[in-house]
Protein backbone atom coordinates (compact mmCIF):
# COMPACT_ATOMS: atom_id res chain seq x y z
CA UNK A 1 0.00 0.00 0.00
CA UNK A 2 0.93 3.72 -0.57
CA UNK A 3 2.28 5.57 2.08
CA UNK A 4 1.23 9.13 2.93
CA UNK A 5 3.47 11.82 3.90
CA UNK A 6 2.79 15.91 4.16
CA UNK A 7 4.05 19.13 4.56
CA UNK A 8 2.07 21.29 6.98
CA UNK A 9 2.44 25.47 7.04
CA UNK A 10 0.57 28.56 6.55
CA UNK A 11 1.05 29.47 3.79
CA UNK A 12 2.11 26.17 2.18
CA UNK A 13 1.02 26.74 -1.94
CA UNK A 14 4.49 27.81 -2.67
CA UNK A 15 6.65 24.77 -0.55
CA UNK A 16 8.54 22.51 -3.03
CA UNK A 17 8.77 19.60 -0.67
CA UNK A 18 5.96 17.65 -2.67
CA UNK A 19 8.49 18.40 -6.05
CA UNK A 20 11.27 16.89 -3.55
CA UNK A 21 9.74 14.32 -2.34
CA UNK A 22 8.49 12.96 -5.31
CA UNK A 23 11.98 12.79 -6.97
CA UNK A 24 13.26 11.34 -3.77
CA UNK A 25 10.41 8.26 -4.42
CA UNK A 26 11.38 8.24 -7.79
CA UNK A 27 15.14 7.89 -7.36
CA UNK A 28 14.48 5.34 -4.32
CA UNK A 29 11.43 3.33 -5.80
CA UNK A 30 9.56 4.23 -2.46
CA UNK A 31 6.16 3.79 -2.60
CA UNK A 32 5.09 7.16 -1.30
CA UNK A 33 2.74 10.01 -1.91
CA UNK A 34 3.36 13.63 -0.48
CA UNK A 35 1.12 16.23 -0.53
CA UNK A 36 1.08 19.90 0.77
CA UNK A 37 -1.75 20.85 3.81
CA UNK A 38 -2.39 24.40 4.27
CA UNK A 39 -3.35 24.68 7.96
CA UNK A 40 -5.26 27.72 9.92
CA UNK A 41 -3.17 28.62 12.44
CA UNK A 42 -4.96 27.27 15.42
CA UNK A 43 -5.66 24.52 13.57
CA UNK A 44 -2.45 22.67 13.76
CA UNK A 45 -3.01 19.58 15.93
CA UNK A 46 -6.53 18.90 14.67
CA UNK A 47 -4.83 18.89 10.87
CA UNK A 48 -1.91 16.60 12.11
CA UNK A 49 -4.41 14.27 13.94
CA UNK A 50 -7.01 13.92 11.04
CA UNK A 51 -3.77 12.93 8.47
CA UNK A 52 -2.58 10.65 11.02
CA UNK A 53 -6.24 9.12 11.77
CA UNK A 54 -6.16 8.51 7.64
CA UNK A 55 -3.48 6.58 8.46
CA UNK A 56 -0.54 9.00 7.49
CA UNK A 57 2.90 7.95 8.50
CA UNK A 58 4.53 11.50 9.17
CA UNK A 59 4.80 15.11 8.48
CA UNK A 60 7.12 17.81 7.69
CA UNK A 61 6.30 21.07 9.30
CA UNK A 62 6.87 24.52 8.26
CA UNK A 63 6.07 28.17 9.23
CA UNK A 64 4.58 28.83 11.82
CA UNK A 65 3.79 25.26 13.77
CA UNK A 66 7.63 24.13 13.80
CA UNK A 67 7.42 25.26 17.80
CA UNK A 68 3.98 23.70 18.22
CA UNK A 69 5.14 20.83 16.47
CA UNK A 70 7.72 20.53 19.38
CA UNK A 71 5.04 20.91 22.25
CA UNK A 72 2.18 18.15 20.55
CA UNK A 73 4.99 14.99 19.72
CA UNK A 74 5.57 12.23 22.43
CA UNK A 75 9.22 12.01 21.70
CA UNK A 76 11.90 14.44 20.68
CA UNK A 77 15.18 13.81 19.15
CA UNK A 78 18.50 15.67 20.90
CA UNK A 79 18.36 17.93 17.76
CA UNK A 80 14.83 18.64 17.83
CA UNK A 81 15.62 19.70 21.99
CA UNK A 82 17.92 21.82 20.78
CA UNK A 83 16.44 23.74 18.46
CA UNK A 84 13.48 23.92 20.85
CA UNK A 85 11.54 22.76 17.25
CA UNK A 86 10.17 19.96 15.21
CA UNK A 87 10.34 20.13 11.27
CA UNK A 88 9.68 16.21 11.07
CA UNK A 89 6.98 13.97 12.68
CA UNK A 90 7.51 10.01 12.58
CA UNK A 91 3.63 8.30 13.15
CA UNK A 92 5.19 4.92 14.83
CA UNK A 93 3.63 2.21 16.90
CA UNK A 94 0.88 4.79 18.10
CA UNK A 95 3.54 7.45 19.03
CA UNK A 96 4.56 10.48 17.22
CA UNK A 97 8.62 11.10 17.33
CA UNK A 98 9.88 14.74 16.65
CA UNK A 99 12.88 15.60 14.88
CA UNK A 100 14.63 18.58 13.17
CA UNK A 101 16.65 18.48 10.36
CA UNK A 102 17.62 22.16 9.43
CA UNK A 103 20.62 22.03 11.21
CA UNK A 104 21.65 18.89 9.54
CA UNK A 105 20.78 20.19 6.21
CA UNK A 106 22.80 23.36 6.32
CA UNK A 107 25.94 21.42 7.38
CA UNK A 108 25.72 19.04 4.60
CA UNK A 109 24.74 21.86 2.08
CA UNK A 110 27.88 24.03 3.23
CA UNK A 111 30.31 20.62 3.36
CA UNK A 112 29.48 18.57 0.73
CA UNK A 113 27.37 20.48 -1.69
CA UNK A 114 29.58 23.81 -1.40
CA UNK A 115 32.98 22.03 -0.28
CA UNK A 116 33.79 24.44 2.50
CA UNK A 117 34.71 23.15 5.82
CA UNK A 118 33.89 24.45 9.20
CA UNK A 119 36.75 23.15 11.77
CA UNK A 120 38.67 26.18 13.02
CA UNK A 121 36.94 28.75 11.13
CA UNK A 122 34.75 31.96 12.32
CA UNK A 123 31.39 32.05 11.77
CA UNK A 124 28.77 34.81 11.77
CA UNK A 125 25.17 33.91 12.36
CA UNK A 126 22.39 36.84 11.55
CA UNK A 127 19.33 35.88 13.09
CA UNK A 128 17.96 34.59 16.01
CA UNK A 129 14.62 33.05 14.92
CA UNK A 130 13.41 29.45 14.67
CA UNK A 131 16.35 28.77 11.73
CA UNK A 132 19.09 29.82 14.40
CA UNK A 133 18.06 27.57 17.10
CA UNK A 134 17.62 24.69 14.42
CA UNK A 135 21.21 25.13 13.01
CA UNK A 136 23.21 26.36 16.00
CA UNK A 137 24.39 22.83 17.34
CA UNK A 138 25.13 21.07 13.77
CA UNK A 139 27.40 23.99 13.02
CA UNK A 140 28.95 23.61 16.85
CA UNK A 141 29.74 19.85 16.39
CA UNK A 142 32.13 20.86 13.31
CA UNK A 143 33.99 23.05 15.43
CA UNK A 144 34.54 25.77 14.56
CA UNK A 145 36.60 28.31 15.92
CA UNK A 146 33.80 30.53 17.41
CA UNK A 147 30.14 31.38 16.22
CA UNK A 148 29.10 35.27 16.56
CA UNK A 149 25.44 35.60 16.73
CA UNK A 150 24.22 39.45 15.81
CA UNK A 151 20.31 39.93 15.71
CA UNK A 152 18.18 43.01 15.60
CA UNK A 153 17.34 42.79 18.96
CA UNK A 154 19.69 41.59 20.66
CA UNK A 155 18.07 40.09 24.08
CA UNK A 156 17.05 37.25 21.02
CA UNK A 157 20.52 36.74 20.52
CA UNK A 158 21.28 36.74 24.13
CA UNK A 159 18.37 34.03 24.90
CA UNK A 160 19.59 31.62 22.48
CA UNK A 161 23.37 31.77 23.50
CA UNK A 162 21.60 31.08 26.87
CA UNK A 163 19.97 28.42 25.82
CA UNK A 164 22.31 26.63 24.27
CA UNK A 165 24.90 27.06 26.96
CA UNK A 166 22.22 25.59 29.49
CA UNK A 167 20.98 23.39 27.82
CA UNK A 168 23.24 22.15 24.76
CA UNK A 169 26.27 21.13 26.41
CA UNK A 170 28.02 24.32 24.26
CA UNK A 171 31.83 24.91 25.23
CA UNK A 172 31.93 28.07 27.06
CA UNK A 173 33.50 30.81 25.17
CA UNK A 174 32.45 28.79 21.47
CA UNK A 175 29.34 31.30 21.16
CA UNK A 176 28.66 35.33 21.62
CA UNK A 177 25.69 37.08 21.25
CA UNK A 178 26.25 40.63 20.21
CA UNK A 179 24.55 43.73 18.32
CA UNK A 180 24.83 44.34 14.23
CA UNK A 181 27.00 47.68 15.26
CA UNK A 182 29.94 45.79 17.16
CA UNK A 183 31.56 44.05 13.63
CA UNK A 184 33.92 46.53 12.61
CA UNK A 185 36.94 45.11 11.83
CA UNK A 186 36.68 41.73 12.22
CA UNK A 187 37.06 38.81 9.78
CA UNK A 188 34.36 35.95 9.28
CA UNK A 189 35.00 33.45 7.07
CA UNK A 190 31.76 31.82 7.01
CA UNK A 191 28.54 34.11 7.40
CA UNK A 192 25.30 32.82 7.25
CA UNK A 193 22.17 34.40 7.12
CA UNK A 194 19.42 33.32 9.16
CA UNK A 195 17.01 35.81 8.95
CA UNK A 196 14.21 36.68 7.03
CA UNK A 197 15.14 39.78 6.20
CA UNK A 198 15.76 38.63 2.39
CA UNK A 199 12.53 37.95 2.25
CA UNK A 200 11.44 41.87 1.89
CA UNK A 201 14.30 42.96 0.20
CA UNK A 202 16.33 44.08 3.02
CA UNK A 203 19.30 43.09 5.27
CA UNK A 204 21.14 44.43 8.39
CA UNK A 205 24.10 47.19 7.80
CA UNK A 206 26.95 45.45 7.64
CA UNK A 207 30.67 46.23 7.38
CA UNK A 208 32.58 46.22 4.13
CA UNK A 209 35.63 44.11 5.37
CA UNK A 210 33.84 41.73 7.09
CA UNK A 211 34.48 38.51 4.74
CA UNK A 212 37.72 36.73 5.18
CA UNK A 213 39.18 35.97 1.97
CA UNK A 214 37.70 32.59 0.10
CA UNK A 215 35.02 33.70 2.31
CA UNK A 216 31.60 31.81 2.34
CA UNK A 217 28.31 33.94 2.19
CA UNK A 218 25.21 31.93 2.80
CA UNK A 219 21.41 33.12 3.01
CA UNK A 220 18.97 30.77 4.18
CA UNK A 221 16.21 32.41 1.45
CA UNK A 222 15.98 30.90 -1.66
CA UNK A 223 13.90 31.23 -4.67
CA UNK A 224 15.55 34.81 -5.31
CA UNK A 225 18.75 36.99 -4.96
CA UNK A 226 18.75 38.95 -1.35
CA UNK A 227 20.19 42.15 -0.84
CA UNK A 228 22.87 39.81 1.19
CA UNK A 229 23.40 37.89 -1.29
CA UNK A 230 24.56 40.69 -3.39
CA UNK A 231 26.59 42.57 -0.45
CA UNK A 232 28.80 40.04 -0.06
CA UNK A 233 29.01 38.97 -4.23
CA UNK A 234 30.50 42.81 -4.14
CA UNK A 235 32.83 42.41 -1.89
CA UNK A 236 34.20 39.20 -2.94
CA UNK A 237 32.74 36.04 -1.25
CA UNK A 238 31.17 32.76 -2.19
CA UNK A 239 27.44 33.29 -2.42
CA UNK A 240 25.09 30.06 -1.94
CA UNK A 241 20.98 30.68 -1.35
CA UNK A 242 19.38 27.93 0.82
CA UNK A 243 18.01 25.83 -1.68
CA UNK A 244 20.59 23.16 -1.07
CA UNK A 245 20.11 23.33 2.51
CA UNK A 246 15.99 22.54 1.77
CA UNK A 247 17.13 19.66 -0.31
CA UNK A 248 19.53 18.50 2.51
CA UNK A 249 17.06 18.76 5.48
CA UNK A 250 14.00 16.73 3.03
CA UNK A 251 17.00 14.18 2.24
CA UNK A 252 17.28 13.82 6.35
CA UNK A 253 13.45 13.63 6.75
CA UNK A 254 12.95 11.23 3.65
CA UNK A 255 15.90 8.99 5.23
CA UNK A 256 13.83 8.96 9.05
CA UNK A 257 10.89 7.36 7.52
CA UNK A 258 12.13 5.52 4.51
CA UNK A 259 15.69 4.58 6.05
CA UNK A 260 17.34 5.04 2.42
CA UNK A 261 19.41 7.87 1.39
CA UNK A 262 18.45 10.03 -1.92
CA UNK A 263 20.67 11.26 -4.38
CA UNK A 264 20.31 15.17 -3.14
CA UNK A 265 22.79 16.74 -5.97
CA UNK A 266 20.83 15.51 -8.74
CA UNK A 267 17.34 17.11 -7.26
CA UNK A 268 19.26 20.47 -6.66
CA UNK A 269 20.29 20.36 -10.13
CA UNK A 270 16.73 19.72 -11.03
CA UNK A 271 14.87 22.30 -8.83
CA UNK A 272 17.35 25.27 -10.25
CA UNK A 273 16.93 24.10 -13.46
CA UNK A 274 13.13 24.38 -13.22
CA UNK A 275 13.69 28.04 -11.40
CA UNK A 276 15.62 29.15 -14.30
P1 LIG B 1 11.80 33.77 12.35
O1 LIG B 1 11.76 32.82 13.50
O2 LIG B 1 10.61 34.58 12.01
O3 LIG B 1 13.07 34.76 12.63
C1 LIG B 1 13.33 35.80 11.75
C2 LIG B 1 14.70 36.43 12.09
O4 LIG B 1 14.98 37.41 11.11
C3 LIG B 1 14.75 37.13 13.45
O5 LIG B 1 16.01 36.95 14.01
C4 LIG B 1 14.53 38.60 13.05
O6 LIG B 1 15.10 39.53 13.96
C5 LIG B 1 15.30 38.66 11.75
N1 LIG B 1 14.86 39.74 10.86
C6 LIG B 1 13.70 39.84 10.19
N2 LIG B 1 13.69 40.96 9.45
C7 LIG B 1 14.87 41.60 9.66
C8 LIG B 1 15.45 42.80 9.18
N3 LIG B 1 14.81 43.59 8.31
N4 LIG B 1 16.70 43.11 9.61
C9 LIG B 1 17.36 42.31 10.48
N5 LIG B 1 16.86 41.15 10.97
C10 LIG B 1 15.62 40.81 10.57
O7 LIG B 1 12.19 32.99 11.00
P2 LIG B 1 13.08 31.67 10.87
O8 LIG B 1 12.22 30.48 11.01
O9 LIG B 1 14.24 31.81 11.80
O10 LIG B 1 13.54 31.73 9.35
C11 LIG B 1 14.49 32.70 8.91
C12 LIG B 1 14.71 32.52 7.41
O11 LIG B 1 15.33 31.26 7.13
C13 LIG B 1 13.40 32.54 6.61
O12 LIG B 1 13.59 33.37 5.50
C14 LIG B 1 13.21 31.10 6.18
O13 LIG B 1 12.55 31.01 4.93
C15 LIG B 1 14.65 30.60 6.09
N6 LIG B 1 14.76 29.15 6.28
C16 LIG B 1 15.24 28.43 5.23
C17 LIG B 1 15.37 27.06 5.37
C18 LIG B 1 15.91 26.25 4.22
O14 LIG B 1 15.75 25.02 4.23
N7 LIG B 1 16.57 26.87 3.27
C19 LIG B 1 15.02 26.42 6.57
C20 LIG B 1 14.55 27.20 7.63
C21 LIG B 1 14.43 28.58 7.45
P3 LIG B 1 14.27 40.04 15.26
O15 LIG B 1 14.45 38.97 16.29
O16 LIG B 1 14.92 41.30 15.63
O17 LIG B 1 12.84 40.19 14.82
Avoid at 87 to 113: C, H, P, S, W
Amino acid sequence: MTDSYAVIGNPVAHSKSPQIHAEFARQTAQDIVYTAIFCEIDAFQATVARFREAGGKGVNVTLPFKHEAWNIVNHLDRRAIDANAVNTIEFKDGQMAGYNTDGIGLVRDIKDNLQCFIKGRRILLMGAGGAAYGVLNPLLEEQPEHVVIVNRTLEKAQQLTAHFEKNGGVATGSISARPYGSLGGERFDIVINATSAGLVGAMPALPNDMFAPGALAYDMVYGTTTPFMQFAQAHGAKVADGLGMLVEQAAESFYIWRKVRPQTALVITLLRGAAG
